[in-house]
């Protein structure tokens, strides 16, 4: 029987107020969103979030992230990320000079730049990521001066010369926090477009959309390459399957490589595999590239599978969730949840630490479900959302996650006028500056000179002047009546 793809959809709603920060590079496409596409596979929760790569800002002088996990940041659950070949990632073909990059954040927050850094033409392509595989200088750096950002942000940078498979490192750093956000771009730069004796590089300079490669099969299992053209047809003389005939081809980097042998012998009008640095192109264990001369109107290729394990029935569909207004450290997410078949959902929500808060794990029967998870201890601010369904034999349907950002609301009485919820713009506090504390829903106001400095002296391992928290926070707020 056929596996059926079953869809786990979340449609949650934002919670308006307070700034936040993530972000990827969708153009050219980074390694993360390349696994957000399912165009790369077995990518840990890139997956799924890959807008959380977040690390100490500085690089590459600051110690993080470390060599070896620039790709992850050395984020837990991202690890995946970190490996690295000649044909582990699919990469995109760009040419040196004006490029276009393009951040999606999906939350915001003040930026003090983007920077963009690039590998040595002669950097080690399977060896793992480091400070010295780049330039010590990013090639391109957009001053954020201080100012949120749009949700999409276009940067046009000039692209210095290279040829062959290249990494960008792009870095988000953020005005206000210590972090950054980190995103490795792989790249692949055509010989002929630096005036070199063009070779076989002419005759395969175009890559399809799409590559072979994708989940790992069981024996008896079909993977098929289906050829689109230009009018979004497809082309069924060109179709090729491969069947799994034992366990060790059902490895993703085992039949990738078969396929694209199949793939070579059976059609003169394409070459599939990782070209090398003189052009060259041979099938490879992992991720296999298709190319075609320019002059095809072949536009993609599509992996499809006939599988013969047992059929999925199950699914779920979260819609409707709201988060309500902090009262006295504690908020709850509510949402709905529609169910096929028998279903466990487990679902995780924390802050923008990743201190966890709040925890759900039911199991379901087809129906509709009103859910709801109790928050504690927290504070307004960003949060995560996690979720992962899994039927009763334990694959997992779908997980995924949802950016929040929660308020602060009334304890009771009229919290009166305030400036800033603490500790939102914390550098600017002076005397008479008047802060919420999303702790306990009260108001303070800086104390006068001498001891409005304390009033900024604050972060989450130090808060000894917090209001109405610290162990000396009588010594720069007043509690407001």
Not at 185 to 197: K, L
Not at 385 to 394: C, D, E
Request: hydrophobic share 30%; net charge negative.
């Amino acid at each position: 029987m056929k596996l059926k793809n079953i869809a786990l959809t979340i449609s949650l709603a934002l919670i308006s107020g307070g700034a936040l920060a993530h972000g990827y590079v969708e153009k050219p496409e980074s390694r993360a969103y390349m696994c957000k596409l399912n165009k790369q596979m077995n990518c840990g929760r890139a997956q799924w979030e890959p807008q959380s790569i977040e690390q100490t800002k500085g690089f590459p002088v600051a110690a993080k992230p470390a060599d070896g996990q620039l790709a992850s940041a050395g984020v837990s659950g991202f690890e995946p990320l970190d490996r690295q070949s000649v044909s582990e990632w699919l990469k995109t073909d760009i040419k040196p000079g004006r490029n276009e990059f393009r951040w999606y954040h999906t939350a915001l927050h003040a930026t003090t730049k983007w920077q963009y850094f690039i590998t040595k033409q002669d950097w080690d392509v399977n060896k793992p990521l480091t400070r010295d595989s780049f330039e010590a200088k990013p090639f391109c750096e957009i001053d954020g001066k201080g100012l949120t950002p749009e949700t999409v942000v276009t940067h046009v940078c000039d692209v210095p010369q290279r040829t062959g498979y290249q990494i960008i490192y792009a870095v988000w750093e953020i005005d206000n926090t210590a972090n950054s956000f980190y995103q490795v771009i792989d790249v692949n730069f055509p010989a002929d477009n630096n005036g070199d004796d063009p070779g076989q590089e002419a005759e395969w300079s175009k890559q399809l959309n799409g590559a072979i490669y994708g989940q790992d099969l069981n024996k008896g299992d079909k993977v098929i390459a289906r050829f689109i053209d230009n009018n979004g047809q497809e082309v069924s003389a060109m179709q090729t399957a491969l069947e799994i005939s034992n366990v060790e081809q059902g490895a993703m980097q085992r039949w990738s490589h078969d396929l694209a042998e199949k793939l070579n012998a059976s059609h003169s009008d394409i070459r599939v595999g990782v070209k090398d640095q003189s052009g060259e192109i041979n099938p490879a264990y992992g991720t296999n590239n298709v190319y075609v001369r320019t002059s095809s109107n072949l536009q993609s290729v599509v992996i499809s599978y006939e599988l013969s394990h047992q059929e999925i029935k199950e699914s779920i569909t979260l819609s409707d969730a709201q988060a309500s207004d902090i009262v006295e450290g504690k908020s709850e997410v509510s949402l709905k949840a529609d169910v096929t078949g028998d279903v466990t959902l487990e679902a995780t929500v924390s802050d923008h630490a990743g201190a966890n808060k709040g925890f759900l794990k039911e199991t379901f029967s087809t129906g509709e479900y009103p859910l709801s998870i109790a928050l504690n201890n927290v504070q307004a601010g960003h949060h995560i959302l996690r979720y992962v369904a899994t039927n009763p034999t334990g694959q997992v349907i779908e997980q995924g996650t949802q950016d929040l950002q929660l308020k602060s609301g009334s304890t009771g009485g009229d919290t009166g006028d305030y400036d800033f919820t603490f500790p939102d713009k914390l550098k600017s506090y002076k005397a008479g500056t008047v802060v919420l504390q999303p702790k306990d829903g009260h108001t303070y106001e800086c104390k006068p000179f001498p001891y409005s400095g304390y009033c900024q002296q604050w972060s989450a391992s130090a808060n000894h002047y917090e209001p109405g928290v610290g162990s000396h926070w009588k010594d720069a707020w007043t509690l407001k009546k």
